[in-house]
């Protein structure tokens, strides 16, 4: 239950003048307006569809469902028998009907500072309709799955909207992905096309793209499944250099002055990629877009119709292919976006999100697209050329609303904050964090430091599988507490469970789980449904399990622990891995922590932590005393390290996740480390092996 009113202590409040025109301006119009949602979805959800175009109306219930295996399979259907397109509605309604032909839709800014491009909604308009056209000229029709590998570009965006627009189903594949990985997905969906580029820097490094899909490739034939086409974008290429040259004409950027910066870069000593060509298989972007018409009728899809497919890992090692639909996904991004950033017509909004995660799917490309919003498309990362790139960028583009994850936060804490004050950062209003918990420490970084403690942080909670924001705090309507997601978005009911699966009411600790769908959740595992009911709803029957542990405190607050299988049960009590973490960051000399379980003979599970130190601060015995001291003390004996490892550095995925899995293998000296292709450096793992605590060898 929501507090009838909010708490006055230990809470942060937004600034009085975010309120004056935010949508939802206070905490009993949140409330009001929940209620709504939760006994009238019909009606709240009735105004919302009001904003969109739709070529047929629905007839009948909002949202129709079963979320109980045990009374048959487990569907939501949202606006059934509703036609409308997507692509359509962020697109030509801005252009047409809202007249926002001529607003900028993104400002690209690229990996070289000074790289840069804008694109209006009227020109995003004509590129993607032209490369629908193209898709349709190579064959791919509605219901299709196609493959994207695109690194940060306006093209990925064109891409997939140019999908969206035909109702062929996109599968974007991140771009840091090995071959294996791309290789796997594209053979999950059975996709026919994969569409990629050349290659990308990522700071300094060379990713040289189209070698790694040309290997992907070459993988899905030893497999017997070949991809009809694969249409490369030249992103650095031009024609000299490129050995696909002589099969197509200049790269036409909308840049003018493109070409001259890719001089640059080859003048400064960054190499070109190497780009193999298959003539029989290969066809260029810009070949393509050239003969294309700017004209192309969006196909009319029905609500259920599949827009997506995005990958995300499963406990078996075998990615999840998790999919969204059409009507339903399209209304909650754009709802959650409108409300949760508190987006204004005059706002620059940027996500420093990857598209090939789903916070870009839903909070770079849809829901800011569909509000007509002006976005920062950013390629490059926080740290290059130097730490203060993010903060350069804020002040480049008068950055109002800033949505990031806490891993970021806390790498550019380690540099103090004079690469901060360097910049104004007077434009910012919102702040946002999503991916994982963050810690209180990083939290008042964010706001004090970042923010100036003038912009409310929305620690926005959230999963591929749940397509939007589900529970979050709005900027001007809800107090904050650090380190909590606060409550739940409109038509989101949470409750937390024990492990006999017993609803726990008031505080509480347990099982976070959801008890009816909202329109944006995710409808299948893409050619598995059994897959998706037995990850999701066989464990607690009646309710969509998130994996997550949670706590709700006196003020019915909502604090995500971690994952459940990040849980550690310690002499019988449940520990939170995070909350452990979170303990250790505390101390001033530990940069980041990452805790996980060791078997341990008589208490069950014992407590193993890796902590990486902030620069210029060295291990040793005294420190390590005063971390298990730290811990102690934070949230009690029993949850006193048993092990401390120093990491110079942790195992991560190329979005910057910590691979718990590996380092409960390296706790336990387990060298069977199982399926390590998503590690961004695996030479990290050896090191941890070879300084594993001498206690726990
Ligand atoms: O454990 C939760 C954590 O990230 C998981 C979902 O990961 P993914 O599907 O990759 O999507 C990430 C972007 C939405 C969740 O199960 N997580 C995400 N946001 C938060 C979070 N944990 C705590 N607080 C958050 N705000």
New binding site residues.
């Given amino acids: 239950m929501i507090p009838d009113k909010a708490p006055k202590e230990d809470v942060f409040h937004a600034a009085g003048g975010l309120r004056k025109d935010a949508h939802v301006p206070s905490f009993e119009t949140y409330k009001e307006l929940y209620t709504k949602s939760v006994d009238s979805p019909d009606e709240f959800w009735g105004d919302v569809v009001k904003d969109f175009f739709w070529k047929t109306k629905h007839a009948g219930r909002f949202l129709d469902y079963n979320f109980d295996v045990t009374k048959g399979e487990i569907f939501i259907k949202c606006m059934e028998g509703a036609t409308t397109n997507i692509c359509y509605n962020v697109l030509d309604r801005n252009v047409h009907e809202r007249k926002l032909g001529e607003k900028i839709a993104f400002y690209w800014e690229g990996n070289e500072p000074g790289d840069d491009l804008t694109i209006t909604y009227k020109e995003l308009l004509h590129q993607v309709c032209k490369f629908a056209n193209v898709l349709k000229s190579q064959g791919v029709k509605k219901g299709d799955r196609v493959s994207i590998y695109m690194p940060m570009v306006i093209e990925l965006v064109v891409a997939m909207l140019a999908c969206a627009r035909i109702g062929a189903v996109h599968s974007i594949v991140f771009a840091g992905y090995s071959a294996e990985s791309l290789c796997e997905r594209i053979l999950d969906s059975q996709c026919t096309l994969l569409i990629t580029a050349d290659g990308f820097y990522r700071g300094d490094k060379l990713i040289n793209l189209k070698l790694i899909a040309d290997d992907a490739l070459q993988k899905c034939r030893d497999k017997s499944f070949s991809v009809l086409r694969c249409i490369m974008l030249k992103h650095l290429c031009k024609d000299e250099g490129a050995s696909a040259g002589s099969q197509s004409p200049p790269a036409k950027r909308s840049c003018p002055d493109m070409q001259e910066k890719q001089k640059d870069r080859v003048k400064k000593g960054h190499p070109l990629p190497k780009v193999p060509w298959n003539p029989e298989v290969d066809v260029c972007w810009h070949t393509l877009m050239d003969g294309a018409s700017e004209d192309c009728e969006p196909e009319w899809c029905e609500s259920e119709d599949p827009l997506f497919i995005l990958y ?1 890992s499963g406990s078996t090692g075998k990615p999840k292919g998790v999919m969204h639909t059409v009507s339903g996904y399209m209304l909650y991004t754009a709802l959650t976006f409108k409300l949760v950033f508190d987006y204004q017509p005059g706002d620059v909004y940027w996500c420093t999100a990857d598209i090939g ?3 870009g799917h839903s909070y770079i490309t849809y829901g800011p697209l569909a509000n007509g919003a002006t976005c920062v498309l950013f390629e490059g990362l926080p740290t290059y050329p130097d730490v203060s790139r993010m903060w350069e960028i804020v002040d480049k583009y008068h950055v109002t609303k800033f949505y990031t994850a806490p891993t970021a936060i806390r790498l550019l804490m380690k540099y103090g904050t004079e690469p901060v004050h360097k910049y104004k950062r007077d434009s910012l209003k919102v702040l946002g ?6 810690n209180p420490e990083a939290w008042q970084w964010y706001y004090n430091v970042v923010g100036d403690k003038r912009c409310p942080v929305v ?7 749940t397509g939007g924001h589900v529970l979050t705090p709005l900027p001007a309507a809800t107090p904050m507490k650090p380190g909590s ?1 606060t409550f739940p978005f409109f038509g989101v009911i949470p409750a937390i469970l024990n492990e006999s699966g017993e609803e726990l009411e008031g505080p509480s600790e347990g099982y976070l789980v959801f008890k009816q769908p909202w329109p944006g959740m995710m409808r299948t595992v893409y050619g598995n449904h059994d897959r998706f009911e037995t990850t999701y709803f066989k464990k607690f029957p009646g309710f969509y399990v ?3 542990g949670c706590r709700r405190d006196k003020d019915g607050y909502y604090w ?1 622990t ?2 459940i299988d990040d849980m550690l049960n310690v002499s019988g009590h449940l520990l939170s891995t995070a909350e452990v973490e979170s303990a250790l960051v505390e101390h001033e000399a530990v940069a980041e922590a990452a805790v996980v379980g060791r078997p341990h003979p008589v208490k069950g599970e014992s407590l193993y932590c890796f902590v990486t130190l902030n620069d210029g601060v060295s291990y040793n015995k005294a420190l390590e005393a005063q971390l298990k001291q730290q811990v102690r003390e934070k949230i009690g004996a029993i949850a006193t390290p048993d092990y401390i490892q120093n990491a110079p550095g942790l195992p991560k995925t190329r979005s910057g ?1 910590i691979m718990r899995r590996v380092l409960r293998k390296i706790a336990s000296n387990e060298r069977d480390l199982g399926d390590i292709s998503t590690l961004a450096d695996s030479s990290v793992v050896e090191q941890l092996f070879e300084n594993r605590c001498c206690a726990a060898v």
Avoid at 459 to 465: A, G, H, K, M
């Fill in positions: 995300t995660w789903i916070t964090t999503v991916g994982e918990p963050i620690d926005t909670f959230w999963q591929t599988e997601a998130t994996g997550d995500i971690g994952r996740k």
